[in-house]
């Protein structure tokens, strides 16, 4: 049980997904040795931000693959409204402003970007996708730390950490204790951790543990075990367990990196149902971006924990299909049949909310007057008849991306001991992305703040190290 380096590094990083990889780069760029621990095998590695597609960027005018302008007014406002306010100003602002700044870095490591691809998330003008998915970011980060001369470790999971009066002083994998005269923890939520989202989730009315029925539509390597080490630690905490970004996917996903496809993008598009064949919310509220993250929640509240979006022949082009084909029928009691749901209520329910359509110009790309009259719950936008065989399910389920219990920080993203912030221990990412989503969600905004707050954590794990002279603490 000794140090496993004849050196100190200076700064260590734990985890592998996009915060930690933009903290090692950046603390390697201000001149800091740098070591990187991932928990999973080198092709599992990157985490969640391996499954993502783009991040949210403030811009005042067009600029490459991002059109018109979207100020930094307007993104606050957006995250004001799904947050219900549940978010800290100047952390938010932070992020917003600095999201303006980062994708010219982003290039210089590889990252490259394209147009957004159409479907019902319109999102050209906010969001900026990476080509080839979050995998070729990941990779491209990976590469560009090598070559400058960051040194990964995979397979290397931390489970406990020595941390003496807030000052970070060691990490263990398994017997072997890592001295670093600094850390950025950016090992995730504690998503992948079922039995932590079971107590979080707890029991319902009828006695059913709704987390058993979720999926996990990420990495099964986010275990919450540096979130626990930090606990007991006693740093300051953010954030509601229960609150997470939770979206509405197949039913036939696989429990862990089911990933992106597997996301049903149609509900807008129809109605959804319970296993009781009835509606249970308005399905367009509002833009599909905007509302997709609280389908998870809103499905598992139905008892069960599942749904089935159903929509006609009419929807077909109109969203980006899913990877499992929905169940086709040519009449309505064939597809309630199919679906095993009660074929009277399922006709009933589908009559009432046809002849609740008011005649509309139907256009997906605005918040149309194609709306539902007299029906419970009301449909607000997009509501045309669901009357044009074949008829389409797909039966949904919870998909838990990621939670929002973190760690508190400053504007430096120093980790904080009874309001004290830790000179030389930083936190990026989803261990800390409660301070800026309270709840709710705003598609891209996740890749916003690793971005942002990695690369902040790692400047200052190396500014600590190299302008402070922090003491080597673990000897
Ligand atoms: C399917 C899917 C699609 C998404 N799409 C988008 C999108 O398009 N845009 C967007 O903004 N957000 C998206 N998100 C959310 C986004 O993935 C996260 O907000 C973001 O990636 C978080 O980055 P992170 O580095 O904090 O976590 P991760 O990328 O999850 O990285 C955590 C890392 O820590 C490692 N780790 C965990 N525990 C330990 C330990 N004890 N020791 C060492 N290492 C450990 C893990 O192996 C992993 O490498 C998506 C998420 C999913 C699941």
């Known amino acids: 049980m000794s140090d496993n380096n004849s050196r100190t590094v200076d700064v260590l990083v734990i985890g592998g ?18 070591l990187l621990l991932e928990a999973a095998p080198r092709e599992y590695r990157g985490g969640n931000s391996s499954h993502t597609r783009n991040l949210r960027c403030m811009h005042d005018a067009p600029q490459d693959v991002l059109t018109e302008a979207y100020p930094e007014e307007e993104f606050w406002q957006d995250l004001l409204k799904v947050t219900g306010g549940n978010t800290n100003e100047q952390l938010a602002r932070l992020a917003i402003r600095e999201s303006s700044q980062c994708r010219a870095w982003m290039r210089k490591h590889g990252v490259h970007f394209q147009a957004s691809l159409s479907g019902t998330l319109q999102l050209s003008r906010t969001n900026a996708f990476f080509m080839g998915g979050g995998k070729a970011l990941v990779n491209a980060y ?28 060691a990490a263990w994998v398994g017997g072997e204790r890592i ?31 709704p987390a058993d029925n979720f999926a996990i539509r990420g990495t099964r390597f986010n275990q919450g075990v540096l979130l626990k080490a930090m606990m007991n630690a006693g740093a300051d905490f953010i954030g509601d367990p229960s609150q997470s970004h939770c979206v509405a996917v197949d039913a036939r996903a696989p429990l862990y990196d089911g990933g992106i496809c597997t996301r049903i993008d149609c509900v807008s598009l129809g109605i959804v149902v319970n296993k009781f064949a009835r509606r249970f919310y308005d399905e367009g509220e509002d833009f599909w971006p905007k509302r997709y993250a609280i389908w998870g929640r809103l499905v598992a509240q139905q008892p069960g924990q599942v749904g089935y979006s159903i929509i006609d022949a009419k929807a077909i082009g109109r969203f980006m299909p899913p990877v ?11 597809l309630a049949r199919q679906l095993g749901l009660d ?31 007299g029906l419970v719950p009301a449909k607000a936008h997009w509501a045309l008849p669901i009357n044009k065989a074949p008829f389409y399910a797909y039966p949904l389920k919870p998909g838990i991306t990621f939670t929002y219990l973190g760690l508190k920080i400053n504007d430096q993203a120093a980790v904080h001991f009874a309001g004290k912030p ?11 992305a409660g301070n800026v989503l309270g709840k709710g969600y705003t598609a891209g905004v996740g890749m916003t703040i690793g971005t942002v707050f990695g690369r902040i954590a790692g400047t200052q794990a190396a500014k600590s190290v190299l302008e402070k002279g922090v003491e080597h603490a673990g000897a």
């Open 17 to 34: 997904g996009n915060a930690a990889l933009c903290a090692a780069l950046m603390a390697r760029e201000a001149g800091a040795t740098v």
């Open 142 to 169: 990976y590469r560009s730390a090598e070559a400058l001369g960051v040194q990964i470790r995979y397979e290397s999971p931390v489970d406990r950490m020595d941390i003496v009066d807030g000052q970070f002083q």
């Open 179 to 209: 001295a670093a005269k600094a850390c950025v923890m950016a090992a995730g939520g504690f998503e992948s951790n079922r039995q932590w989202l079971r107590e979080a989730w707890g029991q319902n009315a009828d006695g059913e543990w």
């Open 324 to 334: 499992f084909p929905g169940t086709q029928a040519d009449t309505l009691e064939d």
């Open 343 to 373: 074929e009277a209520t399922f006709v009933q329910t589908v009559s009432d909310y046809n002849a609740a359509c008011q005649a509309g110009t139907f256009d997906h790309t605005v918040l149309d007057d194609c709306h539902t009259e």
């Open 422 to 432: 830790s000179r030389n221990l930083f936190v990026a990412g989803e261990m800390m």
